[in-house]
Antibody, heavy 124, light 107 residues
Framework: EVHLVESGGDLVQPGRSLRLSCTAS????????ISWFRQAPGKGLEWVGF??????????EYAASVKGRFTISRDDSKTIAYLQTNSLKTEDTAVYYCSRGVRSSGGYYYPDYWGQGTLVTVSS | DIQMTQSPSSLSASVGDRVTITCRASQGISNYLAWFQQKPGKAPKSLIY???SLQSGVPSKFSGSGSGTDFTLTISSLQPEDFATYYC?????????FGGGTKVEIK
């Protein structure tokens, strides 16, 4: 059974950093991309970014709102993906979800399985 | 960025009703569209990809259609467990973008 578990969410002050983890099981982790999404309290879903599998260079894509501040990486040996969040702002407060990314025929990725989410609160 | 517009933003329906939700893209996205269901306090659940293909384990009462800019999600016979918020998402172009959501409530 595919399972994704996020961890690392916390209450942090603006300007600080936090590393979120997405621990996967139940599938061959190295065969898939991993995407990150977030949802601010009472708001809709927002794509944060994703990392391709190593066969596609483990390259990354980011939303403009986080580019330059957030970094996604992966450790296939541990089946964990990371979301390093730096220079956090109050507007980054959200539940962060990771998902398994399936590559479409067009080369873009859609999520199939999701984790339960981890809450990041940015406040002084 | 591609804007995704869902309508209605909310609807009230009864158990057994047929429900249709519409999603419109600001430019053509071929069939690179997914639908998700989210219940309060829970993670999203993937329902449909490629506009009309059901994710594994999703019941056949859910169906999707459309291509280009106009898409629909239909629930053939609404059940109590279907009351939730539904989102569409395009994955034709970065940044990936979502519709604002449609909340399906009990009448």
């Amino acid at each position: 059974e595919v399972h994704l578990v996020e961890s690392g969410g916390d209450l942090v002050q603006p300007g600080r950093s936090l590393r979120l983890s997405c621990t996967a099981s139940g599938f061959t982790f190295s065969d898939y991309a991993i995407s990150w999404f977030r949802q601010a309290p009472g708001k809709g879903l927002e794509w944060v970014g994703f990392i391709r599998r190593k066969a596609y260079g483990a390259t990354t894509e980011y939303a403009a709102s986080v580019k330059g501040r957030f970094t996604i990486s992966r450790d296939d040996s541990k089946t964990i993906a990371y979301l390093q969040t730096n220079s956090l702002k109050t507007e980054d407060t959200a539940v962060y979800y990771c998902s398994r990314g399936v590559r479409s025929s067009g080369g873009y990725y859609y999520p199939d399985y999701w984790g339960q989410g981890t809450l990041v609160t940015v406040s002084s | 960025d591609i804007q995704m517009t869902q309508s209605p933003s909310s609807l009230s329906a009864s158990v057994g009703d047929r429900v249709t939700i519409t999603c419109r893209a600001s430019q053509g996205i071929s069939n690179y569209l997914a639908w998700f269901q989210q219940k309060p306090g829970k993670a999203p659940k993937s329902l449909i990809y490629a506009a009309s293909s059901l994710q594994s384990g999703v019941p056949s009462k859910f169906s999707g259609s459309g291509s280009g800019t106009d898409f629909t999600l239909t629930i053939s016979s609404l059940q109590p467990e279907d009351f939730a918020t539904y989102y569409c998402q395009q994955y034709n172009t970065y940044p990936l973008t979502f519709g604002g959501g449609t909340k399906v409530e009990i009448k």
